[in-house]
């Protein structure tokens, strides 16, 4: 492919920061990595491997079911490293929680961070970003034949659940509805059981995240995605301060958007939930590079 071809031009020329910092091997990393002279549906025409940070624990954005991810933060990374140049088979996938996402990039333990990671002033104080690729937003999953919650200030008197040390169902409480009452556990699979079980009434997090939540198998036509979100929030592609990837990923991001694979990932991630995305502000157009 075209962009395939720039970027490995200049990587070579350059020597850019990405390559440097994708292999444990030093000045014999590209030696080491496998890399063919050619062009294949699994290996690009960079050289090396690259190293992307997902989540392990969000199906249909970023889950690990043994050696296999699956989601659309994965499905949309693997697309972007392929416009960079790197197939398949040299991209490493390295969990990246949310509190770790900072220093994984400031270490050099990833390239490219693809996990629900919201752009924000604090954060571009310490790494940079590419895109947005995706606008997500609070919302709240519900039982599928509840139709008596439509929004947060719904939630008066009933039962709320989030995980521990998230803040999205204290700022519920305190902005939307004071009498909710919290119900904390250790991650979203948890809530969902609970709602299901009818032990909350809601659960609430970013809606792309419900979204993923309710296409499981198990939890089809049992919840469903209020879709009605009350926050906005631009999920980017994380990477290091330093890096000179930036325009080359909204090139890529915005390929996607424009040639229907964007719409197609998305349906083919969450589409069995029936979420649809806010189309006020989907799909984003990545803002310009810093």
């Not at 972007?80 to 050099?108: C, F, H, K």
Request: hydrophobic share 35%.
């Amino acid at each position: 492919m075209r962009t395939g071809r720039l970027v490995v031009a200049l990587a070579a020329a350059a020597t850019l920061t990405l390559a440097g910092c994708s292999s444990d091997g030093g000045d014999d990393a590209d030696a080491d990595a496998g890399a063919t002279s050619e062009e294949t549906e699994e290996t690009g025409g960079a050289e090396g491997t690259i190293k992307i940070g997902i989540k392990f624990d969000q199906p249909g954005l970023g889950y690990q079911d043994g050696s296999e991810y699956t989601g659309f933060d994965v499905d949309v990374a693997k697309f972007v490293a392929g416009e960079l140049g790197y197939g398949e088979d040299q991209i490493e996938w390295v969990q990246a929680p949310s509190a770790q996402r900072e220093t994984l990039l400031q270490n050099g333990q990833v390239d490219m961070i693809f996990a629900t990671y919201s752009i924000n002033d604090k954060r571009k104080e310490v790494v940079s970003f590419g895109g947005p690729y995706f606008v997500a937003g609070q919302d709240l999953l519900v039982a599928a034949d509840d139709d008596t919650i439509n929004g947060p200030e719904d939630l008066e008197g009933k039962n709320l659940c989030s995980v521990t040390g998230s803040t999205s169902a204290q700022r519920i409480k305190d902005e939307y509805a004071a009498g909710t009452n919290l119900l904390e556990q250790p991650g979203y699979a948890e809530c969902v059981t609970a709602l299901t079980a009818g032990t909350v009434d809601a659960v609430t997090t970013d809606d792309i995240i419900l979204a993923g939540l309710a296409a499981v198998p198990a939890n089809e036509g049992k919840v469903k995605v209020v879709g009605k979100p009350f926050s906005e929030e631009n999920y980017g592609v994380g990477i290091p301060k330093d890096s000179e990837q930036c325009e080359a990923i909204n090139e890529a991001i915005t390929k996607m958007i424009e040639d229907g694979t964007w719409e197609e990932l998305l349906d083919k991630n969450v589409g069995a939930s029936g979420y649809v995305a806010n189309e006020e502000l989907n799909p984003p157009t990545p803002a310009a590079c810093a």
